[in-house]
């Protein structure tokens, strides 16, 4: 069974920090292109952070620069570091696993964490 499981929101005020965290498992980690999602209430989700299994990233242009996606395969882990949040970045941070494999498509979602940024 494939499970990703996030970790590490909460409450913050403006211009804090986060370390969010997504652990999975029932998956070859390693294989995956990692990501993460946000959705704020009444918008659409919208991509964040993408490291790929090659260690690549791309940012979204909202977070670049306040954020650092990693990944660590020994845990089948992957990480997002967000400093100087700003109110619009409050949100619930989905992890999300994608491969390719052949022809057919895997993609695998957590269930969330909410990260509020707030004074």
């Known amino acids: 069974q494939v499970q990703l499981v996030e970790s590490g929101g909460g409450l913050v005020q403006p211009g804090g920090s986060l370390r969010l965290s997504c652990a999975a498992s029932?998956?070859?980690?390693?294989?995956?292109?990692m990501s993460w999602y946000r959705q704020a209430p009444g918008k659409e989700r919208e991509s964040v952070a993408t490291?790929?299994?090659?260690?690549?990233?791309n940012y979204a242009d909202s977070v670049k620069g306040r954020c650092t996606i990693s990944r660590d395969n020994t845990k089948r882990s992957m990480y997002l570091e967000m400093n100087s949040l700003k109110p619009e970045d409050t949100a619930v941070y989905h992890c999300?696993?994608?491969?390719?494999?052949?022809?057919?498509?895997?993609?695998?979602w957590g269930q969330g964490t909410q990260v509020t940024v707030s004074s």
């Open positions: 490291i790929t299994r090659n260690g690549n990233t």
């Open positions: 999300h696993a994608h491969l390719w494999s052949g022809s057919r498509e895997y993609d695998h």
């Open positions: 029932g998956i070859f980690f390693d294989r995956y292109d």
